[in-house]
């Protein structure tokens, strides 16, 4: 069946540092691939996604590139703030095309961003 | 952009009584739901696929008698959790999806936390 890893955290990072949080999957044909950002007390936000290989998602700064020569899709961003602090989801949903039905969810990423 | 409103935000409730959320699609018509359940640290785990007029889709492991789930329109599902127990207590989202294209994008609401006692 499919399943997302993403890097255990919590990380914490001073601000204006580079992040990445690694992300690989395991899926059958050619799923779509998504980051939620999850703030504390409330749902999550679609934050950027990618529909086919070699796609890059991107959104406030962040970005991410579809590999799927290493099944990843791991989320960079050049410069963090402290409002960037929450947890991150890399997702993946079973449709190619980018449908999203009931995703498969990685366990999260606490992303700690110190002034 | 499209909302999804998920109400209460936090519940209490004694063990053995019942507890009813609710995800309203506010801006657009949903013709999928999904409920997922979020333990502390943990990723989220989905629960069932809700569509509209037709019964639940559960996940293996997911009890159907406990958590019920009604899709009686295109804006509002609901998840019951029946007979509450202590190791129920958790976080659950709901998501929805909108009518038409499969390409419709995913919208979460912002979650119920659930306390049994």
């Known amino acids: 069946g499919n399943s997302v890893t993403q890097m255990e955290g919590p990380v914490t990072l001073s601000e204006e540092a580079f992040l990445t949080i690694n992300c690989t999957y395991t899926a059958t044909g050619y799923p779509s691939l998504f980051w939620y950002v999850q703030y504390p007390g409330e749902g999550l936000q679609l934050l950027l996604k990618a529909t086919k290989a070699d796609d890059k998602g991107s959104n406030k700064g962040f970005e991410a590139t579809y590999r799927k020569e290493t099944t990843s899709f791991h989320l960079e961003k050049g410069s963090v703030q402290v409002s960037d602090s929450a947890v991150y989801f890399c997702a993946l949903s079973g449709r190619s095309g980018g449908g999203a039905d009931g995703l498969t969810f990685g366990k999260g990423t606490h992303l700690i961003i110190q002034p | 952009g499209a909302v999804v409103s998920q109400h209460p935000s936090r519940v209490i409730c004694k063990s053995g009584t019942s507890v009813k959320i609710e995800c309203r699609s506010l801006d657009f018509q949903a013709t999928t739901m999904f409920w997922y359940r979020q333990f502390p640290k943990q990723s989220l785990m989905l629960m069932a696929t809700?569509?509209?007029?037709?019964?639940?889709?559960?996940e293996q492991g997911v009890e159907k008698d406990k958590f019920l789930i009604n899709h009686a329109s295109l804006t509002l599902s609901t998840l019951t959790v029946t007979s509450a127990h202590p190791e129920d207590s958790s976080f659950y989202i709901c998501s929805a999806k909108g009518v038409g294209s499969y390409n419709s994008p995913l919208h979460f609401g912002n979650g119920t936390r659930l306390t049994v006692t």
């Open positions: 809700s569509n509209e007029g037709s019964k639940a889709t559960y």
